[in-house]
């Protein structure tokens, strides 16, 4: 993973970690006991906070690897677009209360289920530097 990749994915889940805490602090005043509103919130901001530290684990690993990979550029593409797509689409239901008439939130959870899936493939063929 290049400087510029490591710098952006970094960036990227911080700012999603961020918001992810303040929807979720947001939710449990803001919705006026709507549960099914608190429901979305909460668990987009749960699988965004766990894709964020999924994302900064993948970097943190891919600057130890002795060899270059580009899987875990992909894993991080994958988990960066499920943010997008599956929190984003919750937090824009819960938020908003508006369903984006697509399959975005599927698309997403989708995304992060194969962004799981290169990260196993990633772990296999892992090669780490000797003196770490």
């Known amino acids: 993973m290049g400087p510029n990749s490591v710098r952006f994915f970094i960036a990227y889940a911080a700012l999603w970690g961020a918001i992810c805490v303040a929807v979720s602090a947001y939710s449990a005043h803001g919705f006026d006991g ?6 979305w919130a909460e668990t987009g901001s749960f699988y965004g906070l766990v894709h964020t530290i999924g994302v900064l684990v993948l970097v943190g690993f891919s600057l130890l690897q002795q060899n270059h990979s580009k899987l875990p550029v992909i894993a991080c593409s994958c988990f960066s677009l499920g943010l997008l797509f599956f929190t984003g689409g919750l937090y824009i239901k819960a ?35 000797e003196n770490v």
């Open 34 to 39: 709507d549960e099914t509103r608190m429901l």
């Open 95 to 129: 938020l908003a209360d508006i369903s984006l008439g697509g399959p975005f939130i599927p698309v997403g959870g989708s995304l992060y289920i194969l962004g799981w899936l290169i990260t196993a493939l990633y772990g296999v063929k892992f090669v780490g530097r």
